[in-house]
Nanobody
Framework: QLQLVESGGGLVQPGGSLRLSCAVS????????IGWFRQAPGKEREGVSC????????KYADSVKGRFTISRDNAKNTVYLQMNSLKPEDTAVYYC???????????????????WGQGTQVTVSS
């Protein structure tokens, strides 16, 4: 059974960095596209980034372009989200999402996801 476990969240000052990890178990990671979503209190869920199973498709929300980098290590069954130059508006619960190839093929999406992790809190504050 597929499981997604996020880690790496925490409290950081504006301008700081964090690296989120998403450990995937129960399946082979290279059969899945992975995305990161976030949801702040009182706001709608937002797609942040996604990466296709073969790494050839990578997408970012405009709000994080140039600051966030998504990557995957299939040997470790882990996906990362490196977040630099963090802003208070990046404060949210961040979720890792997996989509199998029968849904997205060799693409990835930031509109929804088939399997979700429990989330990790990121707080950017001085």
């Amino acid at each position: 059974q597929l499981q997604l476990v996020e880690s790496g969240g925490g409290l950081v000052q504006p301008g700081g960095s964090l690296r989120l990890s998403c450990a995937v178990s129960g399946v082979r990671l290279d059969y899945y596209a992975i995305g990161w979503f976030r949801q702040a209190p009182g706001k709608e869920r937002e797609g942040v980034s996604c990466i296709s199973r073969r790494d050839n498709i990578i997408k970012y929300a405009d709000s994080v372009k140039g600051r966030f980098t998504i990557s995957r290590d299939n040997a470790k069954n882990t996906v990362y989200l490196q977040m630099n130059s963090l802003k208070p508006e990046d404060t949210a619960v961040y979720y890792c999402v997996a989509d199998p190839t029968f849904i997205v093929g060799n693409m990835c999406r930031m509109t929804s996801g088939q399997y979700w992790g429990q989330g990790t809190q990121v707080t950017v504050s001085s």
